[in-house]
T-cell receptor, first 114, second 113 residues
Framework: DAGVTQSPTHLIKTRGQQVTLRCSPK?????VSWYQQALGQGPQFIFQ???????QRGNFPDRFSGHQFPNYSSELNVNALLLGDSALYLC?????????????FGQGTRLTVV | GDSVTQMEGPVTLSEEAFLTINCTYT??????LFWYVQYPGEGLQLLLK?????DKGSNKGFEATYRKETTSFHLEKGSVQVSDSAVYFC????????????FGTGTRLQVFP
């Protein structure tokens, strides 16, 4: 079992550009959540996808958008990048309807905006 | 809204010392509580969890007890090792439909030989 995989691992973008990050959930999981972890901070919830729909959204602007595919994998898109978007972006997968079970995290994508 | 507060780090200990990292939470319902660990350059790994009051989560020598009366979930280990050096995050699981995680700011633990 490969667990949660994210790509790319590192990315450098210029302010104003757009970026797409990808996540494949752990085998058997159907729900993907995205988190942003700024340097020295705890992860902050961006949004969650289940059944190819956004189920809940954290306090992030519309520049952040996502998608979930029929195979449960997911993408996070960020438009009009700002310097403040530089962070580690973490994907977590889980299985819906199982109550308070653990979320498995990927290694993250380190995004640097210059 | 729900929130988690952790003691600030870094926490610096010698090998075999006793570890406590304090965590308190604010929640309107009855959340599940978690400790995650992040090693340098890596993502988060679940260390332990507790889903209801008075539950004790344990793993790899680490323990934490869900204390509803003090809204706390302090992490303890009797004898730390150099390999325990990492950042530790306390988190609660939102009781809404998404079970999203709300994290504290993290506590860096440094263990020296």
């Amino acid at each position: 079992d490969a667990g949660v995989t994210q790509s790319p691992t590192h990315l450098i973008k210029t302010r104003g550009q757009q970026v797409t990050l990808r996540c494949s959930p752990k085998s058997g999981h159907d729900t993907v959540s995205w988190y942003q972890q700024a340097l020295g901070q705890g992860p902050q919830f961006i949004f969650q996808y289940y059944e190819e729909e956004e189920r809940q959204r954290g306090n992030f602007p519309d520049r952040f958008s996502g998608h979930q595919f029929p195979n449960y994998s997911s993408e996070l898109n960020v438009n009009a990048l700002l310097l403040g978007d530089s962070a580690l972006y973490l994907c977590a997968s889980s299985l819906k309807g199982t109550g308070n079970t653990e979320a498995f995290f990927g290694q993250g994508t380190r995004l640097t905006v210059v | 809204g729900d929130s988690v507060t952790q003691m600030e780090g870094p926490v610096t200990l010698s090998e075999e010392a006793f570890l406590t990292i304090n965590c308190t939470y604010t929640a309107t319902g009855y959340p599940s509580l978690f400790w995650y660990v992040q090693y340098p350059g890596e993502g988060l790994q679940l260390l332990l969890k507790a889903t209801k009051a008075d539950d004790k989560g344990s793993n790899k020598g680490f323990e934490a007890t869900y204390r509803k009366e003090t809204t706390s979930f302090h992490l303890e280990k009797g004898s730390v090792q150099v390999s325990d050096s990492a950042v530790y995050f306390c988190a609660l699981s939102d009781q809404g439909d998404t079970d999203k995680l709300i994290f504290g700011t993290g506590t860096r633990l440094q263990v020296f030989p």
